[in-house]
């Protein structure tokens, strides 16, 4: 599936006050969401060794679905596109890695 598809999709399913004008809500459910995906890894170092069972990989799947859920109500709200984001992500990783700046910190390395 593309990215727009996926975000006209995520849409028909979102229920939140003021659709289309706050981008505060999807912010806090991206990071809640994003929350649980660490917790879930947490444990696996906890309890498991690092090693993720089948199990695991399946609840991920889900909770990396719903951080991709918020990432594009969110844009959707920011009126900027999916695919723009994941176009300007892969172009900016790719001057990085061109320019050997893949390590180290600030936005425009």
Do not use: C
């Amino acid at each position: 599936m593309d990215f727009k598809t996926y975000q006209k999709k995520a849409l028909r399913t979102a229920v939140y006050p003021n659709i289309g004008s706050n981008y505060i809500y999807p912010t806090l459910g991206l990071v809640g969401e994003a929350g649980e995906v660490a917790e879930k890894i947490k444990k696996v170092i906890r309890d498991d060794k690092g090693k993720i069972s089948k199990e695991v990989r399946l609840n991920l799947i889900k909770e990396l679905g719903d951080v991709l859920w918020y990432i594009a109500i969110l844009s959707y709200e920011l009126k900027i596109p999916l695919d723009t984001i994941a176009k300007t992500n892969i172009n900016k990783l790719h001057s990085r890695k061109a320019r050997g700046k893949l390590g180290g910190s600030g936005d425009d390395r």
